[in-house]
């Protein structure tokens, strides 16, 4: 049965429309709604197979509408007129329309080609969903065995090696001080006394790494007082000109935030070391009514943002992508500004009530300043 110009219009009108939906349950419900426009529609059964592994369906009439899911195939029924997505492959899935009218049927023939592109669109958009869900969930578990394994690290440092060489450095302290006391010994109380000098160099050293492996003052003093410890460090070992400003009315976070923010601050501060070329460093620690910001500022040489994104879009930037990766699974946003010449700016705002993928505030876009 031939259908009207303003039918087969509508029916075009649908194509587009399926291919925008946002969810497999507005493909259909724009399928139904399509069909009454063209004539009277009983039933819609939509029934569509999805991931290799679970069917799925969808049953409307009138105002009734009810979906199911099951690992088995949905048989046809008997009752409207079935129209097959595949004819060569029948259980990819199917649509089926009641009553048999012949203008129902064309439409539904007609229709059923942009039905079935639309719920495979929503069908590959759930699998690169999952994909994303993925492999955000094999980064956040990286990330927390690598800062666990740090934890040990630092306590194993800190309480055995750093314990041991303590003891040893008191031990050729009692050797030196016998040797004087003996008299005539003046080379082996130079070469002990070189020693204890080395082994006090050795467990410096050895605090600093378990200090940067994880900054217990963490723990103890909060984030402020460990950035702020971090910033003179870095003035001290860099030359730069260094400051750390904290505004607004310190409160205690919880350890993920505070963990989290001082690995950005110093992913961020590594960054400048190594790129930016900058005589300048400004951090600020903000504690806003809600949340607490973090930025991180420099005048160096800065560089075209669009160089961090490959063709497809993706950051190609390990450091700023795990920066972006830790505040949002802290439900915050990270943002980046920068330019050739004029210098970088990254902030990072995390609500105080963060819970791991709450997902509140979307990520800014990286901006040219």
């Known amino acids: 049965m031939q259908l009207s110009e303003s039918k087969i219009s509508r029916i075009f009108e649908f194509g587009r429309s399926a291919a925008k939906a946002q969810s497999p349950d507005e493909v259909v419900k724009r399928t139904f709604e399509t069909l009454k426009e063209i004539g009277r529609v009983d039933s819609l059964r939509v029934v569509y197979l999805f991931d290799h592994s679970v069917w799925q369906e969808w049953r409307m009439s009138g105002k009734r509408t009810s979906t199911s899911q099951s690992d088995t195939w949905f048989e046809p029924e008997k009752k409207g007129t079935t129209i097959y997505f ?66 040990r690290i630092a306590r194993e440092l800190h309480d055995d090696v750093g314990q041991s060489m303590a003891s040893l450095k008191l031990s050729l302290k009692w050797a030196e001080d016998v040797a004087r006391g003996r008299g005539g010994l003046q080379d082996v109380i130079d070469e002990l006394a070189g020693s204890r000098e080395a082994v006090a160099l050795m467990i410096g050293k050895v605090r600093d790494l378990s200090h940067t492996l994880y900054p217990k003052i963490l723990d103890t003093l909060g984030l402020s007082a460990a950035v702020k410890e971090l910033t003179l460090q870095i003035g001290n070992s860099s030359g730069m000109e260094v400051t750390c400003n904290v505004t607004g009315r310190e409160r205690p976070l919880q350890r993920e935030i505070g963990l989290a923010l001082y690995r950005c601050c110093q992913e961020s501060i590594n960054n400048v070391l190594r790129h930016a070329n900058a005589s300048r460093l400004s951090i600020e620690v903000h504690y806003g009514d809600r949340e607490v910001r973090l930025t991180v500022e420099d005048n160096g040489r800065g560089f075209n943002p669009r160089a961090l994104y490959d063709s497809s879009g993706k950051m190609m930037s ?52």
């Open 86 to 151: 595949d004819s060569s492959n029948t259980q990819i899935g199917y649509l089926t329309v009641s009553p048999k009218a012949a203008s129902l049927v064309t439409a539904a023939n007609m229709l059923s080609p942009a039905v079935w592109n639309g719920l495979l669109l929503q069908s590959a958009l759930r699998r690169v969903q999952r994909a994303a869900k993925l492999e955000t969930g094999m980064v956040r578990a990286a990330l927390r065995a690598r800062e666990e394994e740090r934890l």
């Open 318 to 369: 390990s450091g700023f992508w795990t920066i972006r990766q830790r505040i949002s699974d802290l439900g915050g946003a990270f943002s980046l500004s920068t330019a050739g010449g004029q210098g970088t700016v990254v902030e990072m705002i995390v609500p105080f009530s963060a819970r791991e993928n709450n997902g509140r505030r979307k990520n800014k876009n990286t901006n040219s300043r």
